[in-house]
């Protein structure tokens, strides 16, 4: 009942999130209410699991002195310092909210700052022209970039502007569309494995069947 249990539980909870869905008797009998609120504690649970996970592996990081280990530390007593405060504060607490705001938020905005880097160092290796579709990307990016940046708009005057507009809002939504129907259509494939006991890899089995 180690792997049946889970895949039972898994089956009934799809069930009713379909029933209360799709069919007006779910809808009326309300069956996701209690469904959410079972979400919110495996949810809880969860989050409280990890917390754990991440103690145990970098307490035992800083037993074995593994590199970077002092880093370790700061995220423990990071961690468990606000974790401590925010049970006093509680979500509202003045400092609570403020440490959040004045470190998180400036830490986040680093973080994007060095990842637009990454994604120049990225652009300049796809950008190399070597087939149709490398060269259909650069041009689009070109365009793009001109009709962003206030050079496009002394090169070319407004035709900078309309030409990045019409890429951005035509030829990208399109194809964004397309690959969100994708998903849609592989989120559903595997729901319905899963659902069939045919996808079992989230239970520790070996994959599909």
Known sequence: MRKEGPMILTVIS????????????GQKWNLME???????????IALALGFVNLT?????YIQRK?????????????????????MIQTQNGLQFDWIYVNAMSPLSATMFSLVAFFITSAAYRAFRIR???????LVCALFVM???APIGDAIWG?????????????LNVAGMRGIN???????????LRIMLGLERAHIGGSGTQ
Not at 14 to 25: E, R
Not at 131 to 137: S, Y
Not at 181 to 191: K, M, Y
């Open 14 to 25: 799809s069930l009713v999130v379909v029933f209360s869905t799709y069919f007006f008797l």
């Open 34 to 44: 209690p469904l959410n609120n079972w979400f919110q504690i495996s949810y809880a």
């Open 56 to 60: 145990v592996i970098h307490v035992k």
């Open 66 to 86: 593994r590199e970077g280990w002092f880093y370790s530390i700061v995220l423990l007593l990071c961690m468990y310092a606000y974790l401590v405060l925010g």
């Open 131 to 137: 087939t149709k579709e490398a060269t259909i990307l």
């Open 146 to 148: 001109l009709g962003r």
């Open 158 to 170: 407004n035709w900078s502007a309309f030409v990045s507009k019409w890429v951005m809002g035509t």
């Open 181 to 191: 129907l994708g998903i849609a259509v592989g989120g559903f494939a595997t729901a």
